[in-house]
């Protein structure tokens, strides 16, 4: 769940909290003005802003990291808006809680009274599920708000996407979490017992999470600490965090995209971060294995063919070495591969080559370069004429090998970098002599 609390029903003010809830449900915004680091939403230009000045709420996925205060804003929403606020979870609901909510939402229209259904882990519901939302959105029974830290776009049913506005929340930056931690010291009356280099450590630490920092600052102001904690003493006190990534979702894509993306860029440097992300984090190594291999073909090619080479002998290194020995020769392939001159001329010569087969793929080759394994075929022409290259000048005959209903196409174009320097003059030498042979 994003939040606290998140299926309770009803729209409870700061003052309704008790003094022994957890320090982040305590420190909830009273009002929009109050929300820290979403300022793209709230501030004066924000569109949940306008959505309130104009007095029409639109159903909405709002879509974001753990901890940047999805539920919050619903609660606030509601609050600004007078609506009555019902929140469930995908976790915990199924079809017969849904129904129940949706009676309810009737009913409390018929009394003139308005609901906001607020959905935490909307992505949860299966499809027919998140259908089942449509009517009542629609009519107007239910304004709904989802909240998901998962990609709209692969999550959630079309129609329902297209009946609501999503909206982004950011992770915390760091000004906006010291902004937490201003405010967490505030309500408590008592300063948080670390230096302030392990001050922006515990920042660091929470990785845009809100929720995680408070909880690391509840536990750190429940303790008996007589001196200011330093970086490594604070270390050893919380557990660390382990990286925000799921390897079936969208930060999986995401991470192997800046990868591949670093890497045709030529920077090592952030290519070897995103693979230490991905490392870290739990993703399979062969997994990025496959993808640098496949990389070393796409965008190096021929301008280095050590690449490929590079690439597979990591595999076998890794194959051999397995974690974490093995990791150093991914290391070694993915600095090789960043730092190896560039061309995609193969990729878009397969791309072409491909192309043309399907559209010319009867055709059929020119006599003299077909195969006569039985007399019947010598005597038809198969195989004559055939000039034998290495008996040519040059070792090059300037036969036309395409078939004769097709004029030659130019599919692989090297580029001027790397190896393939070497490649296009040689190519650009064999045409001079095709030329001098046929005219």
């Known amino acids: 769940m994003d939040d606290f609390f998140a299926t309770d029903d009803a729209t409870r003010g700061q003052e309704d909290i ?121 009519k107007g029974i239910v304004t ?12 959630l049913n079309a129609a329902l996407l297209s009946r609501t506005q999503v909206l982004i929340l950011n992770r915390l930056d760091s000004s906006a979490l010291d902004e937490l931690l201003n405010k967490a010291e505030a309500l408590t009356e008592k300063n948080i017992p670390v230096t302030k280099s392990a001050r922006e450590a515990l920042i660091a630490s929470a990785d845009g999470d809100g929720r995680f920092l408070l909880n690391q600052v509840e536990t750190l102001l429940s303790l008996d600490i007589a001196e200011p904690l330093g970086p490594a003493a604070l270390a050893k006190l919380l557990h660390r965090r382990m990286a925000v ?55 190096i090619g021929l301008a280095d063919p050590q690449a490929l080479v ?14 974490p020995e093995g990791e150093l020769a991914i290391v070694q392939a993915c600095l090789y591969c960043a730092t190896a001159p560039k061309s995609n001329a193969a990729y878009k010569a397969q791309k072409s080559a491909w192309k043309s087969a399907k559209q010319t793929g009867s055709l059929v080759p020119p006599q003299n370069i077909l195969n006569a394994p039985t007399k019947l075929m010598k005597d038809i022409g198969y195989g004559q004429g055939y000039n034998y290259d290495h008996e040519s000048d040059e ?32 190519l650009d030498y064999w045409e001079s002599l095709r030329r001098e042979i046929n005219d």
């Open 245 to 299: 990534y799921d390897k079936d979702r969208e930060g999986h894509y995401n991470l192997i995209s800046a990868l591949h993306k670093s890497l045709r860029g030529s920077d090592p440097q952030a290519a070897l971060y995103y693979l230490a992300r991905m490392l870290v984090a739990g993703e399979e190594p062969l997994y990025v294995l496959r993808r640098i291999v496949r990389f070393a073909s796409e965008d």
């Open 395 to 426: 070792g090059f005959s300037g036969d036309n090998y395409w078939p004769e209903e097709m004029e030659p196409e130019l599919f692989y174009q090297p580029v001027d970098r790397g190896f393939e320097h070497k490649i296009r003059e040689r």
């Open 310 to 323: 590079q690439a597979l002998a990591a595999k076998d290194s890794y194959d051999f070495l397995g974690s």
């Open 144 to 155: 709904l708000v989802g909240a998901t830290t998962e990609n709209p776009s692969f999550e």
């Open 18 to 138: 008790p003094v022994s809830a957890p320090l982040a449900e305590r420190l909830r915004p009273k009002n929009l003005d109050n929300v820290v680091g979403q300022d793209h939403l709230v501030g004066q230009d924000g569109a949940l802003k306008r959505m309130i000045v104009a007095g029409k709420l639109s159903s909405i996925i709002f879509w974001g990291p753990p901890g940047t205060g999805k539920t919050s804003l619903a609660r606030l929403l509601a609050n600004e808006t007078d609506l009555h606020f019902k929140a469930i979870s995908a976790v915990f609901s199924g079809v017969a809680e849904l129904k129940k909510v949706f009676a309810e939402a009737e009913q409390r229209q018929q009394t003139g009274k308005q609901t906001l259904l607020f959905v935490d882990e909307i992505h949860r519901f299966n499809r027919s599920q998140q259908d089942s939302f449509l009517p009542y959105v629609e």
